[in-house]
C-alpha cells in the first residue's frame, strides 16, 4: 500500500519521527520474509491435514480466522508536539474545528425592542325596531399596539385606537363634525391615542406604571370588549341622557397619571393602586385602586379575561374604589344682582366624588360536559350631580363542549339594572346573545337581541328599544 503525503511543511521533530517509523518497517518485513521461507514446507504438509478436519460446530464456517506467526513488532507513537510560543510548533486550533468550549459574545444578547399586535371589531345592529331592517347602525373599531423592551425591568407601550360612530348624521359630515344630542362626540372616523405606556417591571410583585393607560377599579376595565364574550361592554343603557354608568377616566377609558400594581403568589393576589388626571391641573387627583383575589387559576397579568372558555378555571373576587375631592361639581345660579346692570355669574358647588364596586367571576369547566360561566357585580356612585345611583349586573354562559364546522357554541344571557339617585323607575337591559368560537379571545362571532328600558324621569315613563345585532371580534394572538 502506497502513503501519500501533503505538500504543506512541517516541523524537524515530524521528519525525525517519520525516518524512526520507517526503518522500524523495513526490519519487521524482513524478519518475516526469513520467517515465511522456512516454514513453507511445514505449512504446506499442515494444510493437507487441515482440509480432513471436521467443521467446528461451534463457529460458524464462514468465520474468518487470523493466525499469528512470531511475536508482534510494537507500534512506535512519535513524541507529542513541544508547546511553544506562538507562531512556532504546530496550532493549538487544528484547521477546521472549533475552539475547545463556548465562545463568550462580542457584545451582551439584545432584548426584542419592537412587537406589534392589532384587533379590530365590525358589528351592525337594527335601531330600536327589529322589525325594520333598512335602518342600520354600525360599530367599527381597531386597536394598534406597540411594545418593547430596552431592559428586563424598562418596557414601553404605545396603543392606537380608531373608530367609527355610525350615529345619525356621520354620513357626508367632516370628521370634526360633532353629535347634537353627544356633545363632544365626533361624527364619522375619529382616531386618538390609546396608550403611551412607560413600564418599570421590577418583580411580579412590585410594577410601575407612568403614562396614559386604563384606570383600574373595576373588573372589565382591565379586560376591556376584546377579554369577554357579550358584544356590548357593561353599562351602556340605550337612550339615556347622562350617559352610561362607567367609573370615573378620561376618553376609551385611559387617563394621565401612574399606576401601581403587583401580582403576589403567582398571581393568586393582585393589586392596582393609581392616581390619574395629571392632564388637568384645576383638578385633584382621581385615586383609583384595585383588590382582587383569583382561586383554582391565578391571574398574574396587569390584563385579564373575563371568561377563559374552559381554558381556565377560575373563582375570582375583587373589590375596587375611587375617590376625586371636589370631582363632582353643580352650577348654582347667581343671586339677583343689587345693579340690574351687573348680573352675577353663575357659581360651582363642589362635591367630593367616589365608586364603590364588587364582583366575582366563576369560570368552570364541567369535565366533557361544557364549561360554565357566571357573572356578578355591584357599583355605587357618589358625589353631586351624578347620573346613575347603582348599577348591578349579572350573566349566565354555558360553552357547548362539541365542535360545529371550525368552532363552538356559546349561548349566554345578561341582565344590567340602573337606579336613578331620586328613587325613581329602575332602567335594564337585558342582552340574549348566541357566540360562535373560532378561536377564543382571537376569532368569535356574536349574534343576538338587546331589549331596554330607560326611565328619562320626566315623567313619561319609560322608554323602550328593541335591537338585533351581530358582530365579529378579530385579534392578533
Do not use: C
Request: proline letters at 12%; hydrophobic letters at 35%.
Amino acid at each position: 500500500m502506497t502513503v501519500t503525503r501533503g505538500s504543506r511543511s512541517r516541523p524537524y521533530w515530524q521528519f525525525a519521527s517519520s525516518a524512526v517509523l520507517a526503518a522500524g518497517m523495513l526490519s519487521m518485513s524482513t524478519l518475516a520474509v526469513h520467517a515465511q521461507r522456512a516454514g513453507a514446507a511445514e505449512d504446506e504438509a499442515a494444510l493437507e491435514e487441515e482440509e480432513e478436519e471436521p467443521e467446528s460446530p461451534i463457529q460458524p464456517a464462514d468465520t474468518p480466522t487470523v493466525g499469528v506467526t512470531g511475536n508482534p513488532s510494537p507500534v512506535v507513537t512519535p513524541p507529542p508536539p513541544p508547546p511553544g510560543p506562538s507562531g512556532a510548533g504546530p496550532a493549538l486550533i487544528p484547521d477546521g474545528e472549533a475552539p475547545p468550549g463556548p465562545v463568550a459574545p462580542a457584545f451582551p444578547p439584545i432584548l426584542p425592542n419592537i412587537d406589534y399586535a392589532g384587533r379590530l371589531r365590525v358589528g351592525f345592529h337594527t335601531v330600536d325596531n327589529p322589525a325594520r331592517f333598512d335602518d342600520i347602525a354600525s360599530d367599527l373599531s381597531v386597536d394598534i399596539y406597540f411594545t418593547g423592551a430596552i431592559h428586563r425591568m424598562v418596557k414601553w407601550q404605545v396603543g392606537i385606537t380608531g373608530t367609527y360612530s355610525g350615529m345619525p348624521g356621520s354620513s357626508n359630515t367632516p370628521m370634526t363634525a360633532t353629535s347634537p344630542a353627544m356633545p363632544g362626540t365626533q361624527l364619522g372616523a375619529n382616531a386618538q391615542i390609546l396608550d403611551v405606556i412607560a413600564r418599570f417591571e421590577f418583580l411580579p410583585e412590585l410594577n410601575i406604571y407612568a403614562g396614559r393607560m386604563i384606570v383600574v377599579a373595576d373588573r372589565y376595565t382591565p379586560s376591556g370588549p376584546w377579554g369577554m364574550d357579550e358584544w356590548y361592554y357593561p353599562g351602556i343603557l340605550p337612550g339615556s341622557p347622562g350617559g352610561g354608568a362607567f367609573m370615573r377616566s378620561g376618553p376609551v377609558g385611559r387617563d394621565l397619571g401612574v399606576n401601581v400594581w403587583g401580582a403576589l403568589l403567582g398571581g393568586t393576589i393582585k393589586y392596582y393602586l393609581g392616581a390619574y388626571q395629571f392632564s388637568d391641573p384645576s383638578l385633584s387627583p382621581l385615586y383609583s385602586g384595585r383588590l382582587q383575589v383569583s382561586l383554582l387559576t391565578p391571574e398574574p397579568g396587569f390584563y385579564q379575561r373575563t371568561t377563559y372558555y374552559g381554558y381556565k378555571d377560575l373563582i375570582s373576587f375583587g373589590v375596587g374604589g375611587q375617590y376625586q375631592q371636589n370631582g363632582s361639581y353643580t352650577p348654582v345660579p347667581p343671586p339677583p344682582p343689587l345693579d340690574p346692570t351687573m348680573p352675577g355669574l353663575p357659581t360651582l358647588a363642589y362635591d367630593d366624588y367616589n365608586y364603590l364596586t364588587g364582583d366575582i367571576v366563576i369560570d368552570k369547566k364541567l369535565g366533557d360536559a361544557g364549561t360554565i360561566s357566571l357573572v356578578g357585580s355591584y357599583a355605587k356612585f357618589g358625589g353631586e350631580p351624578r347620573t346613575w345611583d347603582t348599577h348591578f349586573l349579572g350573566s349566565l354562559g354555558y360553552l357547548i363542549p362539541g365542535v360545529i364546522g371550525i368552532g363552538k357554541l356559546r349561548p349566554s344571557v345578561r341582565f344590567q339594572g340602573f337606579t336613578p339617585p331620586t328613587g325613581g323607575v329602575l332602567s335594564y337591559v337585558i342582552d340574549a346573545q348566541i357566540g360562535y368560537v373560532i378561536m377564543p379571545w382571537f376569532v368569535r362571532i356574536a349574534v343576538g337581541y338587546r331589549h331596554s328600558s330607560t326611565d328619562l324621569g320626566k315623567g313619561a315613563g319609560p322608554v323602550k328599544a328593541d335591537q338585533i345585532f351581530v358582530g365579529l371580534t378579530l385579534a392578533d394572538p
